[in-house]
């Protein structure tokens, strides 16, 4: 299960914070233990905007069938 605060998040807000994530870490400057929780998180948050992703697509293809 994903953490409440990342559950709440919208697709535009998770890949948003997902994207900052990605820059810092190829930045590469912060401390280690911040780098591994930081990919941690990123790697939540990537999960969070694949199921928003699939959540549309499954509302798109009812659709069409529906239209059908």
Request: proline residues 3%; contains cysteine.
């Amino acid at each position: 299960a994903l953490p409440p605060d990342i559950a709440k998040l919208s697709f535009e807000d998770a890949l948003a914070e997902l994207e900052k994530i990605v820059r810092t870490l190829e930045d590469g400057r912060g401390k280690l233990e911040d780098s591994i929780k930081a990919y941690e998180r990123g790697a939540l948050l990537k999960r969070h905007c694949e199921a928003k992703l699939k959540e549309a697509q499954a509302k798109v293809d009812k659709i069409v069938i529906g239209a059908d």
